[in-house]
């Protein structure tokens, strides 16, 4: 298989008590890096949530998923509206 067909940008989203919350990461597997998450295998700030995934798009290279990764975290607007799918899940 391809480089391309093998990375992804992600947001995962999550109820909290305070509230929901968004995820911006990269992987090479979108079912299997969700079950970590899920899992508490995750990055630290993902333990002990319950994640769905909200949006996903696939990268033509791991720096370019990378690349995506750091804008969307930086693109608050978007995920504000994203956050809001949270609420109607």
């Not at 970590?36 to 995750?42: I, P």
């Not at 333990?47 to 949006?55: P, Q």
């Not at 290279?61 to 693109?75: F, G, N, T, V, W």
Request: charged share 25%; with cysteine.
């Amino acid at each position: 298989m391809s480089d391309a067909a093998n990375n992804y940008v992600y947001i995962l989203g999550a109820l909290t008590d305070a509230g929901p919350v968004t995820y911006v990461g990269w992987t090479t597997d979108l079912d299997a890096r969700l079950a970590r998450h899920n899992a508490g295998a995750g990055a630290k700030s993902t333990r002990g949530k319950v994640w769905i995934l909200l949006y996903a798009e696939r990268c033509a290279s791991k720096s370019e998923a990378m690349s995506r990764e750091q804008h969307l975290k930086r693109d608050k607007p978007f995920r504000a509206r994203l956050r809001a799918t949270c609420l109607a899940a």
